[in-house]
């Protein structure tokens, strides 16, 4: 299986627990890891065979910034099930980074690993 990667994707959103986090935005760091065969748009030269990391970035970022949410865990769940489901994808790895939540911290975030079996207990 070949993997079709995005790193850094920056996107800023109203993301937090606290009450002054709910008025504000902050920025998030998102890493994306889709599993998929590149094989048949390698040989044909094809973006419409494999996975288009702009399209995915765009609708990520569209996805994330659409309503407010609380944990980053939340993005990283609700942002793998979207990848499952709208992408040729077997399986995700998401990882979400909050830069700003700790001052003495570079960053924090959370990594999860979904694949079509887990996700269709999510349904």
């Known amino acids: ?13 109203v993301i937090g627990v606290y009450e002054w ?16 065969d590149i094989s048949a748009a390698a040989k044909n030269d094809d973006i419409r065979q494999t996975l288009d990391y ?8 569209q996805f994330v910034t ?16 979207l990848l499952l489901t709208e992408f040729a994808t077997t399986a995700v790895k998401v990882t979400v980074c909050k830069p700003d ?8 975030g959370v990594t999860i690993m979904r694949s079509q079996k887990t996700n269709k207990g999510n349904n």
Do not use: G
Not at 21 to 36: A, G, N, Y
């Open 21 to 36: 986090e709910k008025s504000i935005q902050q920025r998030l760091f998102v890493d994306l890891e889709l599993s998929t």
């Open 101 to 108: 939540a700790l001052s003495d911290a570079q960053t924090v």
């Open 66 to 81: 659409a309503k407010p949410l609380e944990l980053i865990e939340t993005v990283a769940e609700q942002v793998a099930h």
């Open 54 to 61: 702009a399209v995915i970035s765009q609708r990520v970022k």
């Open 1 to 13: 299986m070949d993997i079709v990667f995005i790193k850094q994707l920056q996107i800023d959103t």
